[in-house]
Structure formats: C-alpha cells, structure tokens
T-cell receptor
C-alpha cells in the first residue's frame, strides 16, 4: 500500500521568511496530493492540492510542486506570518471516488515575529 | 464545501464501556471516512463508510471493535466498543466532494478513556 514520508517534523522560521515542507510517496498510482493545515484543537483544513496532470499550483502565498518521476511533492509558504503557525499534513491518494487519503506524519511550523 | 458536524465533541468514558460518535453532513455525499488521530500524531484511516453496505476496514481495525453504520447519504456513526485507555484519541469523520474528490473533515470527537 501507499506510504507517505514527510520532512521535516518541525520547522521554525522568522516572520517574512519562506518555509518548505517535503513529502515523498511510494505508490506510483497515486495522483492526488492535498495539503492540510491543523491549528491546535481544530480540524484539519484543506489548504491546497495538486493532481498529477500539473507540476505546480499557487494560491497567494502558498504553492505546491509535484515531481511524479521522483515521487515527491512540496509545500512552499512565502512571506510567512505568525498565523501560519500550525501542523501541516501532506497526503496522497489515487484521485478516484472512494479512495481514502494516506497522510504523512506532519510538520509543526512555528513562525516567530 | 459541505457543513459537517460531529456529536459528541468530547467525552470521558470508563474502561469497558462503548461510545457512539455521530457524523452529520448538510448535503448528500457518497463517501464518508472515519479517521483516528492520537495525541500529537497524524491521521490514521479506520474505515470507509459505504451507504447500503458494510464498512471497509483498514488493517488493524476490526468491525467488532469499531462498528460503523451508514443508514443514508448524510449520516454515519462510529462506535468504539469495550474501550481501553489506548482508545483515547480524537476521532474524525470526513466526507468526499462529489465534484473533485476533495475531502473535508468534521470537527472531531475527543475521547478520553479512564
């Protein structure tokens, strides 16, 4: 089955810096890669996703890149703000109805002002 | 996206008892999933709740311990049976968007077993 590795487990940056979180996956059939942000005591929130027919997707300060050949994808946050502090999870699935997500172990991002 | 609610939001239960968690969605969805998130950990899939048929369980989770019902396209329940302290966790339901298969999570149920 699918296995998703996520690095780093913790990341501390200064406000205004960029943050990058990387994930690798094992199943070449996976073609849908969402990212979730989970603030303390809250539910995971979908912040961006990418499908295998594109290599990069941006949404304001957030971008995700995908390299299907190398089986890795990354989340990039630019101009970080204290409210970006949270746990970020990557996930993978086969983008078909009824396919559950397999999650990475999460990255705790701390943005200090 | 759909509005998802869960009941209860939290509970403290005695060892050996059972708790049923409800997940309600404000629109019809085909697929619902149940996840467990242990303290400080990632999300682990327990099972996929199929409307009109038995749930599909992941390795390490069994129906006797985690029976699931899915009576219609807007509602599902997860029961945690014969609880032990190791079952202390957050239990989350998620639903799959019909349009693009994106998944959205309910607010979770924080369970503490003493």
């Amino acid at each position: 089955g699918e296995n998703v590795e996520q690095h780093p487990s913790t990341l501390s940056v200064q406000e205004g810096d960029s943050a990058v979180i990387k994930c690798t996956y094992s199943d070449s059939a996976s073609n849908y890669f969402p990212w979730y942000k989970q603030e303390l005591g809250k539910r995971p929130q979908l912040i961006i996703d990418i499908r295998s027919n594109v290599g990069e997707k941006k949404d304001q300060r957030i971008a995700v890149t995908l390299n299907k050949t190398a089986k890795h994808f990354s989340l990039h946050i630019t101009e970080t703000q204290p409210e970006d502090s949270a746990v970020y999870f990557c996930a993978a699935s086969t983008d078909q109805a009824g396919t559950a997500l397999i999650f990475g172990k999460g990255t705790t991002l701390s943005v200090s002002s | 996206s759909a509005v998802i609610s869960q009941k209860p939001s939290r509970d403290i239960c005695q060892r050996g008892t059972s708790l049923t968690i409800q997940c309600q969605v404000d629109s019809q969805v085909t697929m619902m999933f149940w996840y467990r998130q242990q303290p400080g950990q990632s999300l682990t899939l327990i099972a996929t709740a199929n409307q009109g048929s038995e749930a599909t369980y992941e390795s390490g989770f069994v129906i006797d311990k985690f029976p699931i019902s899915r009576p219609n396209l807007t509602f599902s329940t997860l029961t945690v049976s014969n609880m032990s302290p190791e079952d202390s966790s957050i239990y989350l339901c998620s639903v799959e968007s019909k349009q693009d298969y994106e998944q959205y999570f309910g607010p979770g149920t924080r369970l503490t077993v003493t």
